[in-house]
């Protein structure tokens, strides 16, 4: 279901700054599975990955900061990118593609528009609003601290 054409653009990539897993319904839809378990990185960190084989697509509105991307090769599910406030461009991962061990979810969002419930007990976002707060927060401390880290 996964686009596996050129994986080796994953091998080297560095920490994510956050994973999270979105039940919106655009995710459901993108992926045709209940949810989507992601990781977020800078773009500028992942210079390996090859934009120019994905076609992005908006899947909500034009203005929509989220870009869904799949394999020009074999059309299926490759990862997203977006650009966020005035912070630069991100690149979203399915978790399952990444060759490292992955970091634990911080939050499930859209929570509200799952599928199945989740027993774990990772913190549960609901509502359009909140799922967006949320990410940009995320977004925020994530950079932040990372900026302070250098
Ligand atoms: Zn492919
Ligand atoms: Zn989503």
Sequence with gaps: MYCNCNRGQFDQLPQPLFRLICHCKTCQ???DRPYNDECTFLLKDCSQIDIDNT?????QTK???????KCK?????SYCIT????????????TQLINMDPPHPVVHIYYDRRVADS?????KVCG???SQLKI?????TSIISRFFRL
């Design 83 to 94: 650009k966020i406030g005035p912070f630069r461009h991100f690149v979203m991962i399915p």
């Design 119 to 123: 027993n774990d007990n990772i913190r």
């Design 73 to 77: 090769v074999c059309s299926k599910v």
């Design 128 to 130: 359009h609003f909140h």
């Design 63 to 69: 203005f929509s900061p989220i870009l869904r991307g």
């Design 29 to 31: 839809k993108y992926l």
């Design 136 to 140: 940009q927060a995320l977004v925020f």
């Design 55 to 59: 076609h992005f697509t908006s899947y």
